[in-house]
């Protein structure tokens, strides 16, 4: 069966495929662009309508739910990894927070594919391009005054909305020598940053209707629609393989005459390259599947974010200092999540040299993470019990707890992305390899030994909170507790913080103009491209990859 014929054809209606087919046809009115998207429209959810909705997303229709293979480094646990069912993609249901990471890892990133265009200067045009920035003393050589994307400061959303623990919270951290920085979307986020969100007036702002793309004539968009190929043919210059169409499960098929482009996250993206026919030759042979271009890095290289979440019962409950106290009865507390700052911070360098020779590593002086400028670890303090669900812990959401997640954001460990069917609605087979590295056991290490002690060796924390709500079968963490006492609580409750991405990489399975290796009019747009980890939530990040990737494919 085969479809009408379009000009661009796009896999995936997440974050970056409604970017780019929007700023496509904003470019060329007179093209004609598919949009193929296995989820739903999503627009007007009840789980998109407000922003505390987002905590109620996680195992919904919403959310493929997938679980990794058991994590040897893990109990060999199977661990929970979300990703957006639907248009939109983790616009629709992620937690809004709009970070953009650390210069120096950008840097890394045009060192490593050797294109200065991946820099922190190469990208900051469409960081800005995607947002408007509405804080009063926002610097606008840093930041956009007239993009899509609306994001403020917590303290700049609304003047009601003043949560009673920012200021305890900011005397805590200085006490530990974490001192308050003016903006930390500005390159250097190291320190103490003050939560950015993107809702506007206190809804969210899906990629699919800030686009509009539903609306724009010569752009069609299918939902709930599976892609099983890209159709692949002879008749590319010097004797390559090009990319010509799609086929659905269904077996209907659409033909592009310029290109097709896959952005179908770091999970999907590799999963249809590689049903494509695209990967290593082994990995294919498995599922039945004749090879078409040998690129054997496809599904490698992929990282995520890890985290451990802790919660913690409030000393002072009664002062109305969490989700579900009756004392926040006012709209602005609805506006966003209750959360004030994002701590951005380095492990011990003695600690990271000792991992980093545990890992085997060479040239450990020059490594990347032990320059000054390095971000190892963020730590968030939220006020509501996240993460209880996920995590299978009974928290209650009554305004009694509160939550301190720790992320490693300079993670070393690396997974793989594989087949477990030659079927697309299989989902694919996820083994983020999680805390297989002494270096990222040290950076957690250290991030969770420094929030307990924010909580429980400082005045301003010991007024705050009474005692931890412990993982099952642990007992309660503190400053000085051991590597090994850390370690088996992280084996038994850690997990991903929602931020995948590699398996696609820049340098490995595309090209630094994002054209997969070996087949023509096949590129990839989204997370799975980023060839090391940024220190950053994903979503400014990836507007802007696909902002930068639109410029790249109409020139």
Known sequence: MSGPTYDYIIIGGGIAGCTL??????????????????????????????PLACFGAHFSPLDWAFKTVPQAHLDNRECYNSAARALGGGSAINY??????????????????????????????????????????????????????????????????????????????????????????????????????????????????????????????????????????????????????????????????????????????PQVLMLSGIG???????????????????????????????WWKLRHPEKGLSIG?????????????????????????????????????NNIEGHPYLTPDSC?????????????????????????????????????????????????????LIDPNYYSTEFDRAVLRAGIRQVTGLFLDTPEGQEIVECQLTHHGFGPLNARSTDEEIDAQVRSGGNTFYHPAGSAAMGKVVDSNLRVYGVENLRVVDASVLPLPITAHYQALTYALAEKAADIISS
């Open 96 to 269: 809004g927070t709009w970070t953009r990471g650390s210069a120096a890892d950008y840097n890394r990133w045009g060192e490593l594919v050797k294109d200065k265009n991946w820099s922190y200067e190469g990208l900051l045009p469409y960081l800005r391009k995607t947002e408007t920035h509405f804080n009063a003393d926002a610097d606008t050589t840093v930041h956009g005054v007239d993009g899509p994307i609306y994001n403020v400061s917590i303290s700049q959303s609304t003047p009601d909305r003043k949560y009673p623990l920012r200021e305890p919270l900011r005397a805590a951290w200085d006490r530990l020598g974490v001192k308050v920085i003016e903006d930390a979307n500005a390159g250097t986020p190291l320190g103490l940053g003050e939560l950015t969100e993107n809702w506007r007036d206190g809804r969210r702002q899906i990629a699919s209707e800030v686009f509009g793309i539903k609306q724009l004539p010569g752009v069609t968009v299918l939902t709930e629609t599976v892609v099983q190929r890209v159709l692949i043919e002879d008749g590319g210059e010097y004797g390559r393989k090009r990319a010509v169409g799609v086929e659905l499960i269904d077996g209907q098929v659409y033909r592009a005459n310029q290109e097709v482009i896959v952005s179908a996250g770091a999970y999907r993206t």
């Open 280 to 310: 290593a030759s082994d990995e294919l042979s498995k599922h039945g599947i004749a090879q078409t271009v040998d690129v054997p890095e496809v599904g490698r290289n992929f990282h995520d974010h890890f985290a451990f979440v802790q």
């Open 21 to 50: 087919a929007g700023r496509l046809y904003e470019r060329n009115d007179s093209i004609k662009i598919l949009v193929i998207e296995a989820g739903s429209d999503v627009a007007n959810h009840p789980l998109t309508q407000s």
């Open 376 to 428: 190892h670890l963020e730590t968030l303090i939220v006020y509501a019990p996240a993460g209880a669900a996920v995590s299978q812990v009974d928290v209650p959401m009554d305004g009694t707890y509160i939550a301190s997640a720790v992320l490693g954001m300079a993670t070393t460990s690396r997974g793989r992305i594989t087949l477990a069917s030659a079927d697309a609605t299989t989902p694919p």
């Open 325 to 361: 106290t009756p004392l926040w009865n006012s709209p602005a507390y609805g506006v966003g999540l209750p959360c004030d700052w994002v701590a951005t911070l380095q492990a011990p360098r003695d600690d990271l040299i000792r991992a980093l020779g545990e890992d085997g590593e």
